[in-house]
């Protein structure tokens, strides 16, 4: 199987982690470049438990200032300091998450080593943030309370797959958001989608209040775009059992799994 393109989960929790599991933090590997999706709490205790290095992590890409997903930033950028890191990080998050850095940087970053160099994200269309020769990242706006973005990686392909007439593989990190039309366009075609299941149909109004997606919007967008396979994450912590999750889905696109805490994702 090939494994220069993986995905290892490390959170599928939504705001409030469980005793079992962690809020949204992933580490994506595209042929050895290593990429940091969110950044929850406790996220530097989970990269050790999953056996990452933290200097192979050279870009972090956040969603949104929400809490879930980036409270575990100070923790994991303070490390890369008493670390004596001097490569630079690159953060790519929209522009609010700019006062968050600036505020570790003046209080607890004075003697870092290494660069902080941040990437606002801003634009209301999919923007290429990030290329090169193996991958390409493209952020796109989503639909939530306030501004949020998806991030969809390409693995370019190889010389030899090229020649082969074989095309790079596709992911797609999509949290939080409502379901809107643009989206599904958006992720046209991709292999892998990771999308947000806070909540089971039974909390459908619960969605539509705070701007997320249950198990069946995220199935019918995993159908109405062609994605060959679709994992449910950002699960609400009033569900133990996640089987309804499952089962909705399913029902609407087969394909559906349960992302889980250190699953790993080949494509």
Not at 30 to 50: K, S
Not at 169 to 197: C, M, N, Q
Request: aromatic share 12%.
């Amino acid at each position: 199987m090939n494994n220069s393109f993986t995905i290892h989960v490390l959170g599928t929790a939504s705001a409030q982690p469980t005793a079992s599991r962690y809020s949204s933090a992933q580490v994506l590997s595209v042929r050895g470049r290593y990429f940091l999706l969110d950044c929850c709490e406790g996220t530097q205790i989970l990269l050790r438990r999953a056996h990452k290095s933290f200097h192979s992590i050279e870009n972090i890409l956040l969603t949104h200032i929400h809490g879930d997903h980036i409270f575990g930033l100070f923790g994991l950028l303070s490390t890369f300091g008493m670390q004596g890191r001097t490569a630079p990080v690159f953060i790519y998050a929209p522009e609010n998450v700019r006062t968050v850095i600036d505020f570790y940087r003046s209080q607890f970053g004075t003697e870092d080593r290494y660069e902080i160099v941040f990437k606002p994200l801003t634009s209301s269309e999919p923007e290429v943030i990030f290329e090169s020769k193996s991958a390409k990242v493209t952020a796109i706006p989503l639909s939530h309370k306030i501004p949020t973005y998806g991030f969809i990686v390409h693995e370019k392909p190889t010389r030899k797959q090229t020649e082969a007439g074989e095309t790079g593989k596709t992911y797609a990190y999509i949290t939080d958001t409502a379901s809107f039309p643009k989206l599904a366009e958006w992720l046209r075609g991709v292999d892998v989608l990771y999308h947000e299941a806070t909540y089971p149909d039974e909390k459908q109004a619960n969605a539509i209040k705070y701007a997320h997606s249950t198990a069946s919007d995220a199935a019918r967008d995993a159908l109405d775009a062609g994605v060959k396979k679709l994992y449910l994450g950002h699960f609400s912590s009033a569900y133990p059992d996640l089987s309804v999750f499952e089962n909705e889905a399913r029902a609407i696109f087969p394909e559906t799994y349960l992302a889980s805490e250190d699953m790993i994702i080949e494509l």
